[in-house]
């Protein structure tokens, strides 16, 4: 019998982190669950650390190909109706699940929702930026300027991947962005006012402390947008809008650095879509 929920941990050379995330899946209260350890590629213990573990299905990657191969290579091993994510690096309450299982099973029109989180910053408990507010409903708007959405705070029906897509593979960072934006373009997004995930972040292996200018890869998602064909008016002018502010951004951090061709390329961009 296939289980009502497939769980996804992508990795890459985090074995100690999972020593905290997979326990914290394992212990949740709903239990009607497959866990996937997508392995890309590691090069440390992470093998010997999931094999502790029993009823963990662990797949591994020849090679590193990015996060986004990692999620996408789970979804099509996944037999639940509902999928989630779990970040190697972050960590659930234990009544995660069943808070988002109750939810969606109760509203069958609902198609995503997540949970509130619990930052952690170098090991000492932060409190997010008012630009990191929650939003439920229509948050399309919401989700433009950065992503709001984590990945590990996400419970959805498999079946929506079949409309948006999968991750953008091409993008090396804020591939979430551009999902959640492909998301929330088409559908309200539930969110439970309940800190259910714990995020950690401020390690040197975070990809977004890897990559300068995290705008560039939102512009790419911003682009792909205006290509939807359900995207009305209204979405198009804040879409338009917000690529205008990014572009702006980067080329004054180009123009800053000297980078004249980079630069260059953002104002292209601008008249482009100015024209248009």
């Given at each position: 019998m296939k289980p009502a929920l497939t769980i996804i941990i992508p990795t890459y050379n985090r074995a100690d982190f999972l020593k905290d995330s997979i326990p914290s899946v394992l212990s949740q209260t709903f239990s009607d669950f497959e866990l996937i350890v997508v392995d890309d590629g590691s090069t440390d213990h992470t093998g010997e650390v999931v094999r502790e573990f029993s009823g963990v299905r662990y797949v591994k990657c020849e090679v590193n190909s990015g996060v986004s191969h990692a999620r996408n290579l789970g979804i099509g091993l996944a037999g639940g109706r509902y999928i989630c994510f779990l970040d190697s690096d972050d960590s659930w309450v234990k009544n995660k699940l069943e808070a988002q299982m109750r939810w969606m099973e109760s509203h069958s029109d609902s198609q995503v929702c997540y949970t509130d989180e619990i930052w952690i910053r170098k090991g000492v408990r932060v409190n997010?930026?008012?630009?990191?507010?929650?939003?439920?409903?229509?948050?399309?708007?919401?989700?433009?300027?950065?992503?709001?959405?984590?990945?590990?705070?996400?419970?959805?029906?498999?079946?929506?991947?079949?409309?948006?897509?999968?991750?953008?593979?091409?993008?090396?960072?804020?591939?979430?962005?551009?999902?959640?934006?492909?998301?929330?373009?088409?559908?309200?997004?539930?969110?439970?006012?309940?800190?259910?995930?714990?995020?950690?972040?401020?390690?040197?292996?975070?990809?977004?402390?890897?990559?300068?200018?995290?705008?560039?890869?939102?512009?790419?998602?911003?682009?792909?947008?205006?290509?939807?064909?359900?995207?009305?008016?209204?979405?198009?002018?804040?879409?338009l809008k917000t690529l205008f502010e990014k572009c702006g951004i980067l080329i004054q951090g180009f123009d800053k650095r000297g980078k004249v061709k980079e630069a260059e390329h953002y104002r292209e961009l601008l008249n482009k879509y100015s024209r248009g």
């Open positions: 997010p930026m008012n630009k990191h507010r929650k939003f439920s409903g229509d948050i399309f708007a919401h989700c433009l300027p950065l992503c709001t959405v984590s990945p590990s705070s996400v419970l959805m029906r498999s079946s929506l991947f079949d409309e948006v897509g999968l991750f953008d593979e091409n993008l090396p960072v804020c591939e979430d962005y551009d999902l959640w934006l492909r998301i929330a373009l088409k559908y309200r997004v539930h969110f439970i006012d309940e800190k259910l995930i714990v995020k950690r972040g401020g390690h040197e292996d975070q990809l977004s402390t890897r990559f300068w200018g995290m705008d560039r890869f939102r512009v790419v998602a911003l682009e792909k947008l205006l290509k939807e064909p359900s995207l009305n008016v209204e979405k198009r002018s804040l879409v």
